[in-house]
């Protein structure tokens, strides 16, 4: 590493006051440099900053005050403004964003194409660029066709073909399955080292900060804290005040070097490996403690009859030429009063058209769906219980549309012809729930995605549905975000709602839902509690799917102790299981 790609000189930027909204200031005085070939993250809660930073790394916003520099240009100076973002390429949240060609190959050489290079020299970057990305076999297929995660190394591989000097990825594993997260994090380490990128990251998976060469822990617009990943995250306290986590390996080593009094090397635990080793060597002659199980939530009543109940449903979606491509096969499930249903299986694996059947939006075309005992075959029947059923999708901007927060969230209850008053309580109460009463005047497209992806929540909930379903309801949210957002869906189970959430994320499915559906490729492959849906690793590994963390933790020293509760799924428990385990003897 020599030299600084990247510098930022007393930069601050603001989003300017539209049709009477407030100026909000996004960035505050912010100094801090980026050296060519490295790995930097930046990490922080939804709306501190970082996305506005990342876009004012390439001249996508200009700073109000201050001065960017990209490799010494100005991002001010119009000249040299389409070499900087040539050097420095960006790779957003959603993959569809920046897919514009009819092929993958066409959409490689859009970039190249404008700097008008020769049809040879267009030619070689996009295998050159495919190669790098792993999709080089793929490269007649259509967009359309591919999966999240090959979608979004198609993002990167356009970005390549321009030969930046920098990748910044803005959440740009976010949306994807476990395996294809580990994918695109396994390309951006051969970037750095085998091609010599300087990769800047934003994620809220703070795992993704370990490999890191530096990490920015971004507050109100400025650098709250900063240093190597080891010294970030060491500093536990201040890391969960800016409303993050720290990976749950680190914090079960912190607990048990706390309990058992034995100090630790930040530098060994900030692995994985490192953690287990220490904290073997710690409770290696301890004696074990009383004997702690973990939680487990009760489940739902077995005896009442389910709100939606699922029979031999099969789906396929037509294509333009060709075979159908089936969906789903005779999926069968059922969901009872106040039950949380976790939804789980890789992308692709038929969860999303699975959620759609429930309102309605696709009809059964084979099987029977049943709502609130009511088929919803019948066309009458679906408008009636869409009055009872709210579901989020995926991508939350497909929701929002209104000029304001407030007007977006209250277009629901509006539709339900309540009158004013009751359309302000309900817009409140939502608003007050997510966290987001203080942005009801903003307009929704100036919102970070975390806050976007609130509002569009808010929107739902306002509705007061009996039944409400969430596509990836957290992703693109801080940990704290998220935390809050399942303890209030917690709230709403206990008050009387089921709910159906749709996640990649096994850490939050398995500490919060009472059951989990795994599909794979159309198909259920598992049904149970989270206990039983962890228990195998390999089962979990079939379907892309990752085992929890603190449970993985246990997982890796189970064969050091007798009678470990592995099915922890919080890192207190994890913690407490450890301390309470009697380690194994030479005979057994």
């Known amino acids: 590493m020599c030299g600084t790609v990247i510098d930022f ?16 200031q996004a960035v505050r005085q912010l100094s801090f440099s980026i050296e060519k070939g490295s790995q930097v993250v930046l990490i922080g809660r939804n709306g501190s900053g970082k996305s506005t930073i990342a876009r004012l790394m390439n001249g996508l916003l200009l700073p109000d005050q201050g001065q960017v520099t990209v490799d ?17 390429g960006m790779v957003f949240q959603n993959p569809d964003n920046q897919i514009i060609g009819t092929t993958v190959k066409d959409d490689v050489a859009f970039g190249p194409s404008n700097l008008g290079l020769s049809a040879e020299e267009i030619l070689h970057r996009i295998d050159e660029s495919l190669a790098m990305t792993g999709l080089l076999d793929l490269k007649e297929r259509a ?23 920098c990748l910044i990825l803005d959440e740009a594993t976010a949306m994807l399955d476990p395996i294809a997260r580990r994918d695109i994090m396994e390309l951006i380490t051969d970037l750095k080292k085998n091609h010599g990128l300087t990769i800047v ?15 920015y822990v971004i507050g109100d617009g400025g650098i709250a804290f900063e240093g190597r990943p080891a010294q970030v995250f060491d500093q536990i306290d201040r890391v969960k005040e800016q409303g993050l986590a720290v990976p749950a390996h680190l914090e079960i080593a912190r607990l048990i070097s706390e309990q058992a009094g034995v100090r630790y090397d930040r530098e060994e635990i900030i692995s994985f490996s490192g953690a287990v080793r220490f904290v073997n060597r710690v409770l290696k002659d301890r004696p074990a403690g009383p004997i702690r199980e973990c939680a487990y939530r009760p489940g739902p009543d077995e005896s009442q009859t389910p709100v939606v109940d699922v029979s031999e449903l099969s789906y396929a979606y037509d294509t333009p030429a060709g075979a159908p491509i089936e969906a789903l096969h005779q999926v069968s499930m059922s969901v009872r009063p106040g039950e949380i249903l976790g939804i789980a299986g890789h992308t692709g694996s038929g969860k999303s058209t699975l959620i759609q059947h429930l309102n309605g939006l696709i009809p059964a075309a084979e099987g029977k769906v049943l709502v609130l005992g009511r088929d919803l075959s019948q066309k009458k029947v679906v408008r009636d219980i869409r009055r009872h059923v709210g579901l989020l999708f995926q991508y939350p901007e497909d929701q929002l549309f209104e000029e304001t927060v407030a ?11 309540r009158n004013p008053l009751e359309v302000e309580k309900a817009v409140l109460r939502a608003a007050k729930r997510l966290g987001i009463d203080s942005i009801l005047d903003r307009s929704p497209f100036e919102l970070s995605g975390g806050q976007r992806r609130r509002v569009a ?15 990836e309801p957290a992703a693109g949210l801080d940990p704290a975000g998220r935390d809050a957002l399942f303890q209030d869906l917690l709230s709403l189970s206990s008050e009387g709602a089921t709910l159906i959430i749709v996640s990649h994320d096994m850490d939050m499915m398995t500490r919060y839902a009472d059951r989990i559906l795994v599909l794979k490729e159309g198909r259920v492959a598992g049904i149970g509690t989270p206990a039983q849906i962890a228990a195998s ?6 379907a892309h799917l990752d085992m929890p963390a603190p449970k993985r933790f246990l997982d890796a020293l189970a064969g050091e102790f007798g009678d470990l509760d592995t099915s922890c799924f919080n890192v207190m428990d994890a913690a407490e299981a450890l301390l309470a385990a009697t380690r194994r003897t030479a005979d057994g």
């Open 537 to 542: 690793a390999s089962f979990l590994d079939q």
């Open 457 to 471: 929540i808010a929107g739902v909930l306002a509705a007061e549905p009996d039944i409400v379903i969430l596509d």
């Open 72 to 88: 010494g240009k100005l991002t001010t100076d119009e000249d040299s403004i389409y070499e900087i973002r040539r050097q420095c």
């Open 9 to 24: 000189q007393n930069v601050s930027f603001s989003y300017g006051a539209q049709q009477g909204q407030r100026s909000v």
């Open 201 to 215: 990251q934003i994620t809220h998976h703070m795992e993704e900060a370990l490999p890191a060469d530096y990490v």
């Open 143 to 165: 967009p359309h066709e591919l999966s999240g995660g090959q979608k979004q190394k198609l993002a990167i591989a356009s970005v390549l073909a321009m030969r930046p000097d």
């Open 407 to 417: 007007l977006d969230i209250a277009f629901a209850p509006k539709q339900q012809k």
